[in-house]
């Protein structure tokens, strides 16, 4: 079974702190995908990143930098000078390959960590 | 902006009341999905369609209703629902289901939220 656990339930920051938001995840498969993904007060789940078990690459975008690490089945997620605009609750998911004994289609969520930037 | 559309944005409705969810997108993606998401949860999955036709039904009571009348628009027909029913749902699509062993990306629409009185 595939599980997902965001430890952090809430995090309070002032704006132009850098925070990060933990990711630990539990799988069987060799091959997997994990995912963040962001949802504003508005409710839209917005997409940012997706990885695959192969790319240990870490990602940077902009403000935005994702550091996956197999050893220790994390994926944590950093933003860099926070703003106001990065208040949300932020999804880490993970999925696994087509031949798990399901399909790649669905997505086993952690519970989420909203994120309250402070002015 | 979102491709993926959704009407309304909030809906009220009675236990003895039919409505209906909508979601669109204008992506050429041919699998589509439908979520339920209680507060302070994650979004649980409800339904898939895939090409047009309902590929998985998570055990959905079937006062919910899925309908998928062309690869871009998806339908949630409610009946009888209860008030626990009150939730933010929300539609996604994606590409495909995935093949060769990599799934494609999930995008989501808005959301409708619903309450049940």
Sequence with gaps: ?119 | DTEVTQTPKHLVMGMTNKKSLKCEQHMGHRAMYWYKQKAKKPPELMFVYSYEKLSINESVPSRFSPECPNSSLLNLHLHALQPEDSALYLCASSQDLGAAGSPDTQYFGPGTRLTVL
Excluded at chain 1, 24 to 49: A, C, H, M, N
Excluded at chain 1, 56 to 75: D, P
């Design chain 1, 1 to 119: 079974a595939q599980k997902v656990t965001q430890a952090q339930t809430e995090i309070s920051v002032v704006e132009k702190e850098d925070v990060t938001l933990d990711c630990v995840y539990e799988t069987r498969d060799t091959t997997y995908y994990l995912f963040w993904y962001k949802q504003p007060p508005s409710g839209e789940l917005v997409f940012l990143i997706r990885r695959n078990s192969f790319d240990e690459q870490n990602e940077i975008s902009g403000r935005y930098s994702w550091n996956f690490q197999k050893s220790t089945s994390s994926f944590n997620f950093t933003i860099t000078a926070s703003q106001v605009v990065d208040s949300a609750v932020y999804f880490c998911a993970l999925t696994g390959p087509h031949n798990s004994g399901g399909s790649n289609y669905k997505l086993t969520f952690g519970k989420g960590t909203l994120l309250t930037v402070n002015p």
